[in-house]
């Protein structure tokens, strides 16, 4: 049935389509670029189509390799996976997260200890760059967990909770705004269209008039550096009731106004098909659900998943 299948070949091409360089499958595969453009100019003769489009200092996948790469991608991983699970257990696994540097710092780690403690075999490695990372073609990373406001459909996909924005101060600056018109701490958003919400909604919302007579504004390029200014005392931060929850239940911010909320988007975990049922990528998976439940947060809305 399968004698047929030129299996050297295609795992030449799901290499370099992966990495979309012949240079790079050699080295993953330990052969020669040359090599690797052999078995893919043979797989093409054997298919009867071009799989690449070979451009200066790079190549791109026709519409018939792309086709091909996410068939056989998906097939070779879901295979890897299947041996994995036959393989006797290591004394330990290794799980690559990708995510943002605030959701790391502020929900993440400060957690992580439950999951250690219950998986110490598995060596969890956090990546906090915020390139855009397709998850298809970027093998090294194994989930990531993203703010969102869209479907995923081509990825198996876990919505964790939904964010809200409100303000927050430490107990006395929040006891000095019913007084006067405090200082207010705010985010420079780096993608303006997940943070549509800002000061002059929450004002309209909650009724106060504190942006009619310029109050001082104080503005931080990343959420942790506004939550520290907020807890050392320097004003009000608009802040995510995610982001935020840490500090909260240790008492060093408190909510102004707490019932006052403005909708933000919501936070969901992601991977390739398949990989789901990978041992460290399932417990981690199942980890951030229970650590979601937790939190009390239900998320409004699910992404699209395939089955």
């Known amino acids: 049935m399968f004698a047929s299948l030129p299996l050297t070949a295609l795992r030449a091409f799901e290499s370099a389509s992966r990495l979309l360089s012949f240079k790079a499958a050699a080295e993953e595969l330990s052969v020669t670029p040359t090599a690797i453009s052999h078995q893919i100019r043979s797989l093409e003769n054997w298919l009867g189509i071009a799989l690449f489009e070979r451009l200066p200092r790079q190549v791109r996948l026709t519409d018939g390799g ?12 879901e295979v890897a996976q299947s041996v994995d699970t036959l393989r006797p257990q290591r004394s330990g696994a290794s799980l690559t997260v990708s995510t943002i540097a605030a959701f790391a710092a502020l929900w993440l780690v400060p957690r992580l200890g439950r ?13 906090t760059h915020c390139d855009v990372i397709d998850l298809h073609q970027d ?10 406001q869209g479907d995923y459909p081509n990825l198996y ?3 964790l909770f939904d964010e809200s924005f409100g303000v927050y101060g430490s107990p006395e600056q929040v006891a000095l705004a019913t007084r006067r018109v405090p200082t207010l701490i705010s985010v420079r958003w780096c993608n303006s269209k997940f943070y549509a919400y800002d000061w002059e909604a929450w004002c309209v919302k909650s009724g106060e008039t504190w942006l009619a007579g310029q109050p001082v504004v104080r503005e931080y390029d990343e959420e942790h550096y506004a939550l520290q200014a907020a807890i050392a005392g320097q004003g009000l931060v608009l802040a995510s009731n995610i982001l935020v929850s840490e500090s909260v239940a240790s008492g060093l911010l408190v909510a102004y106004k707490g019932e006052v909320q403005v909708d933000g988007a919501g936070y969901a975990a992601l991977c390739v ?4 049922r990978h041992p460290p990528v399932r417990a981690f998976f199942a980890w951030l659900q229970e650590e979601a439940a937790l939190s009390g947060l239900l998320p409004r809305s699910r992404p699209s998943a395939p089955d």
């Open 273 to 276: 098909p398949g990989r789901e």
């Open 115 to 127: 999951f250690y403690a219950r998986h110490p075999n598995i060596s969890l490695r956090l990546d």
């Open 157 to 159: 996909g876990l919505c």
């Open 66 to 77: 792309e086709r091909l790469f996410q068939s056989l991608h998906g097939a070779l991983l």
């Open 139 to 148: 093998a090294s990373v194994d989930l990531v967990v993203r703010y969102t």
